[in-house]
Every structure is written in structure tokens, then in C-alpha cells.
């Protein structure tokens, strides 16, 4: 039985006359192949990874699977439309924290359309991608049971600027701040859920070192996403923080070099995770441990 995703916080979405991804009761998730290269683009890709020996087994764990591709019924009605199946990478949490978070200060390529370009320019532009190498497009904060969660439409979170992104990443890990409250963020689950040795920010750095020498692929408008389940925590279980890259409708041969845009971008995501880890609520930061 397919149904639309209650848990999706960015890209194209199933609406009326819009085909969107769908997911099933047994952990998957399908998206629809786009019917321009974009489609062929993404399972070229998912296909190489799946058989490229030069992948490091632990870097695997930061892709969703990939099950191939399967015709499904699309979710606008419009009849048989093929699908990637991927693992689902929310599906084992009932209230999933999301961030959806779009690597790299350049989202197009030269290989790419003069339309295209001038089209991802002018986002990138108008948004945190060119300042900071990074851009939050998608984001829901589950609260609690009471409050629910907080889903910021596109237009919102486009306008943000580099204090909003600060603001935000630690309201995501906080217990007492959704949407606009004016409180300050208590950060209370940033230790969990950003930090120890399982936490996001020590899964960054290891994809981070992956980075720092891989040049098979360059990934153009590819995200991290960042998922944990807050009512976990609060049961005293694991926050199931969890980073996996998604979106490969834009990823190039490497041909030999680093992806500095990636991995420029990746380095200053871990910066402001970091100093959140470090921050101490008088809008100071603690200093970093001297180097023994
Ligand atoms: O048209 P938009 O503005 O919704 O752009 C889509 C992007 O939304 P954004 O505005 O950047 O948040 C969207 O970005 P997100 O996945 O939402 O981060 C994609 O970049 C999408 O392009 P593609 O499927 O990756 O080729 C983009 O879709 P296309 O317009 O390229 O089909
Ligand atoms: N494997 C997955 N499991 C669960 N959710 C996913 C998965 N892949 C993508 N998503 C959800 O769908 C959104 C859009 O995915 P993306 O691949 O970027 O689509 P698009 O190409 O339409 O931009 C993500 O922000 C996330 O919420």
C-alpha cells in the first residue's frame, strides 16, 4: 500500500497535478524519476556507487540503499511511472526532527544549461548557499506531543539569513523553542543529538575525511540530511541521529579532483554545529580545549 510521505521537508512534492515520492509500509521509499536527464542522471549514479569498489564500506552507511527502480502507480493518478526505490530513511521514527540542508555555494555546473545556471545563480545568490556553502531547504522541529511540529514553508526558510541558520540549528536540538517564540533556544538536546562520538557532528567529520580525499564524484545541489527522534530521548533511548546524503539528479564525474565545493560547504555546516556544541547561553562560546 503506497501513501504520500507525512515526512517530507523538501523537493518536488505530490500534489494536485504533481507527481511526488511515496513510500511503503516495509521501509521504502519511491521517487519519482524525473522524465527529463535528471531521472537517468540519479540512477546512473545510485548504480555506479552500488558497484564502485573505491567506496569505503563505512561511507556506505551515508547513502540511502538503493532497491533499483520499479514501475508504481504515480501518486498524482496519471498511471505508471517508474520509481527509485530507496531505504526510508525516516520511517522507523514516528516523530522525526528534519533538517534538509543543500551542500556547496555553487549548485550548477558548467556542463549544465546556460536556463539552468542562471536559474540555481540567482538562489544562490539570494540565499546562504554563497555566503555560507550551505543552505537549509528543508526543515520540521517536532515539539512534543502538545505543541506538534514545526514545518517552515520554502519561501520562509529562503529568506534566512546566517544569524537565522544559527538560530535554527539550535532550535532544532532545543525543548523549548518552535517557530518565532522569542525564547532562547535552551539547546537541550545538542549534547545527544550533535554530540558524542555517534552524535551528527562526529558523523560530519568522518564524511568530512571521506571528502577530503575522494574525486570520483562531484555532488551539484545534493543535501544532508540530518534526522533524530526527539521522544526517544526523552525515554532515556538512543536519539537515533542520523546524517545521510540525498539527491543525486546533479552529481558529475570528479575526474581525479577534491570537491571543493562540497566539502567547503561540509566544513562550514560542521563550524556552526560545533559552536553550538561549545556555545554557553550569555552569547558567549566556550573556548576549545587547548591541545595537550
Ligand atoms: O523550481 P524550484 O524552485 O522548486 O526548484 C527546485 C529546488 O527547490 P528550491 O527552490 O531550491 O528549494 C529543489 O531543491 P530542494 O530539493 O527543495 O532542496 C531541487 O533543487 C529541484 O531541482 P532538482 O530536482 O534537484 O533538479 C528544483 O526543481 P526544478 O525547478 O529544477 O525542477
Ligand atoms: N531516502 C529517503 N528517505 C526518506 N525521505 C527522503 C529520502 N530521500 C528524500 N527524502 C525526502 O524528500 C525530500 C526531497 O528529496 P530530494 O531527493 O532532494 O528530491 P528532489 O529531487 O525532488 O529535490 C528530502 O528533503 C526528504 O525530506
Not at 539547546?187 to 558523523?203: D, E, H, N, P
Not at 552529481?251 to 566539502?263: K, T
Request: hydrophobic share 35%; aromatic share 10%; glycine share 8%.
Amino acid at each position: 500500500m503506497f501513501k504520500v510521505p507525512d515526512h517530507q521537508v523538501a523537493g518536488h512534492r505530490a500534489s494536485n497535478g504533481v507527481i511526488g515520492p511515496l513510500i511503503d509500509d516495509s521501509g521504502n521509499f519511491y521517487k519519482p524519476l524525473q522524465n527529463d536527464e535528471r531521472g537517468s542522471k540519479e540512477v546512473a549514479f545510485y548504480k555506479n556507487f552500488a558497484l564502485n569498489s573505491e567506496i569505503p564500506d563505512q561511507i556506505r552507511k551515508f547513502f540511502p540503499i538503493y532497491h533499483g527502480t520499479q514501475l508504481i502507480e504515480a501518486s498524482d493518478g496519471s498511471g505508471l511511472h517508474p520509481h527509485l526505490v530507496l531505504e526510508d530513511i525516516v520511517s522507523s521514527r514516528p516523530n522525526p526532527s528534519i533538517a534538509d540542508i543543500k551542500i556547496g555555494s555553487r549548485t550548477w555546473y558548467l556542463e549544465a544549461s546556460e536556463d539552468y545556471i542562471s536559474k540555481c545563480l540567482k538562489k544562490d545568490r539570494e540565499t546562504t548557499s554563497l555566503p555560507l556553502g550551505f543552505r537549509i531547504s528543508g526543515l520540521q522541529i517536532y515539539g512534543s506531543k502538545e505543541s506538534g511540529v514545526w514545518k517552515p514553508d520554502k519561501k520562509y526558510l529562503k529568506n534566512f539569513t546566517a544569524d537565522d541558520v544559527r538560530l535554527v540549528l539550535r532550535k532544532f536540538v532545543s525543548s523549548n523553542s518552535l517557530e518565532d517564540s522569542g525564547k532562547e533556544p535552551d539547546c537541550s538536546f545538542a549534547s545527544t543529538v550533535y554530540g558524542g562520538s555517534t552524535g551528527i557532528l562526529a558523523q560530519l567529520l568522518e564524511l568530512k575525511a571521506w571528502f577530503e580525499e575522494q574525486t570520483i564524484y562531484h555532488f551539484y545541489s545534493s543535501s544532508v540530511l540530518i534526522v533524530y527522534e526527539k521522544e526517544s530521548i526523552l525515554k532515556g533511548m538512543s536519539s537515533g541521529a542520523t546524517v545521510k546524503l540525498v539527491d543525486f539528479a546533479h552529481v558529475i564525474e570528479g575526474n581525479g579532483v577534491i570537491d571543493h565545493n562540497f566539502l567547503g560547504g561540509l566544513c562550514s555546516l560542521i563550524k556552526f554545529i560545533s559552536e553550538i556544541l561549545t556555545y554557553v547561553p550569555n552569547n558567549t562560546y566556550k573556548a576549545f580545549p587547548k591541545k595537550p
